[in-house]
């Protein structure tokens, strides 16, 4: 299958700033079965983009905007090819924990095991363990499967909830919270049992016949854990299903510090408000090469609209500035 992934960025200042410095992680990854065959980086105010791929092999773009401008939009369009995936099996047998232990001992998982930023153990992480338990019995696959499940029973999937720098345990305590969230606290279970586990940040094509609970127009997260006989397989606690032809890879590292979509610093003193939108559009077949990824007129009259220059403020406003 062949996606289309478009990815709208929008940073709105209410007052001008003299500078911006961002970087981006918004390049589909190539490997196993998924190909980027094209990416484009657009920027408005327009900038020299630059790129290089970090330890861990995710693409990222960064830019330097020096002139004053009160708002930055960043329009990221891809085509990727997703091979079908092939999907574990039910259970991988009796030996399969001594067996990886071997290949945590002989391989280099360290950063994958310890605790992280966003994914460490507290007391009502334990607590949850136990609800679940979450200990070494029958085989990885099988535990990791039922705490895949089990989080999908446990929290409710509500927008708005926690914040994108929040602790595992603002979602631990009220039961409820995103996508980012529940990959945070799946990371931080398994990796109690001494399985590698990181984060991923992507993209899910969304239908009507699948009910996901994650939103359409977002990115998203889950989980990949490292097993035998498999390598690194995909758990998406949000929606209770094993990471398919569904989900497109873009970064992947110890939590979501490591892998924002857009991370970046700008100079002045003002307030910053952030608008997202993404389209995921499947297809039997790429278009020719000649021809440039077709463009669906709502998301035309939604990147014009991005970049049309921000509003001036009321004279209030303004004289409550100068001030």
Not at 242 to 249: K, L
Request: hydrophobic residues 35%; aromatic residues 8%.
């Amino acid at each position: 299958m062949f996606y289309t992934i478009r990815h709208l960025t929008k940073f709105r200042y209410s007052t001008p700033v003299s500078e911006s410095v961002m970087e981006t992680r918004m390049h589909p990854r190539s490997d196993g079965n998924q190909r980027c065959l094209t990416f484009h980086l657009s920027v408005s105010p327009r900038s020299r983009v630059f790129s290089y791929r970090d330890h861990l092999g995710n693409n990222l773009h960064h830019f330097d905007i020096p002139g004053e401008h009160a708002q930055l939009v960043i329009v990221a369009e891809s085509l990727v090819d997703l091979q079908p995936a092939v999907m574990p099996p039910l259970s991988l047998g009796q030996d399969t924990w001594h067996e990886l232990d071997s290949m945590v001992n002989n391989g280099d998982y360290w950063e994958m095991l310890l605790p992280s930023e966003y994914a460490k153990p507290t007391p009502l992480l334990m607590e949850l363990a136990r609800k679940l338990d979450v200990r070494r019995r029958d085989d990885p696959l099988i535990v990791l499967n039922e705490i895949n499940e089990g989080l999908y029973r446990h929290f409710d999937y509500v927008k708005e909830t926690t914040k994108v720098d929040s602790p595992i345990d603002d979602a631990l305590r009220s039961g409820k919270g995103v996508c980012q969230d529940f990959a945070h606290i799946m990371i931080a279970l398994v990796r109690t049992l001494q399985v590698p586990c990181r984060y991923v940040s992507g993209y899910l094509h969304h239908r009507s016949q699948d009910h996901d609970r994650s939103s359409e127009g977002a990115t998203h997260a889950w989980v990949e854990a490292l097993l035998p006989h498999l390598g690194w397989v995909g758990f998406d606690p949000t929606n209770f299903l094993f990471a398919g032809d569904r989900h497109i890879r873009t970064a992947i590292g110890r939590d979501y510090a490591d892998v924002p979509p857009t991370k970046g610093i700008f100079r002045g003193k003002t307030e910053s408000e952030l608008s997202v939108a993404v389209r995921v559009a499947p297809s039997e077949a790429p278009p020719p090469l000649d021809q440039e990824l077709p463009i669906p007129e709502d998301w035309s009259i939604l990147v014009e609209k991005a970049q049309e220059p921000p509003p001036p403020p009321p004279v209030q406003h303004m004289q409550q500035q100068q001030q």
